[in-house]
């Protein structure tokens, strides 16, 4: 066979063994082909959203409580509240509260429309969107916590239950610590250590200004039994 036609019949044998090689091989890309989603971005996304909503909520319930216990003269600092508890408390912030949702949710969908139009300011809005989310749910939980615990002060409040203790010291005041009776509110339970206030009377005044709340502490070793009475709605 001539020279030729080898030529003519079949390619060079250094240009199969180019065709051969991986990095050779190339697929074309299709007109509006985009390419496959990383999975990796994908959870980044969810784990910035999560972060998110976490921190409101934080934040939310953190202000709630500790605008509600301070009211009754009490650190919510040194009460040591954990996490799950705050965060129980925003939900219910939230759920009474029926403004923040909408808000928050009109800034997150005009950040949404306009995100892909910010270009290099994309990283301030949405900074600022945040902490303004931020700031209105801090101050609708203290808002909500300062009026819950304004509220619950006076005796025809059904929040809180009544409270009565069986108390190893006798002859000791207020009555529901020495005798037993359930004329006491029970603010809260923390730290191996019972918070309880007698209520003011709705009768004497509608209003909590100028008046004394007494708030007692109990610490669990003096207790010997708890009587809880609560009003049923």
């Not at 408390?89 to 306009?114: E, Q």
């Not at 509110?185 to 007698?198: Q, V």
């Amino acid at each position: 066979m001539s020279p030729q036609l080898e030529r003519e019949t079949g390619p060079p044998r250094e240009a199969w063994h180019r065709r051969l090689r991986p990095g050779f091989t190339r697929i074309p890309k299709k007109p509006g082909e985009s390419p496959p989603e990383d999975a990796l971005g994908g959870l980044k996304a969810v784990a910035e959203v999560s972060a998110i909503f976490v921190a409101l909520a934080f934040v939310t319930g953190w202000s709630y409580m500790a605008s509600y216990y301070m009211l009754f003269g009490l650190n919510p600092i040194e009460l040591d509240f954990s996490v799950p508890a705050i965060a129980s408390f925003a939900i219910h912030v939230i759920r009474h509260s029926g403004w923040p949702l909408p808000v928050a949710a009109i800034l997150l969908s005009l950040l949404a429309l306009l995100y892909p139009r910010l270009g290099a300011a994309r990283r301030a809005w949405a900074g600022g969107c945040v902490a303004i989310l931020l700031f209105t749910f801090a101050t609708v939980g203290a808002l909500r916590g300062r009026s819950a615990a304004a509220a619950d002060m006076f005796d025809t409040s059904n929040d809180l239950p009544n409270v009565g203790f069986v108390s190893k010291t006798k002859s000791v005041q207020p009555d529901c610590l020495g005798e037993g009776t359930t004329d006491c509110k029970l603010l809260l339970h923390a730290r191996s250590t019972y918070y309880f206030f007698e209520p003011i009377s709705a009768a004497a005044s509608s209003s909590v200004h100028d008046r004394s709340l007494n708030v007692y502490m109990a610490p669990d070793s003096e207790i010997v039994a708890v009587h809880l009475e609560r009003g049923i709605e």
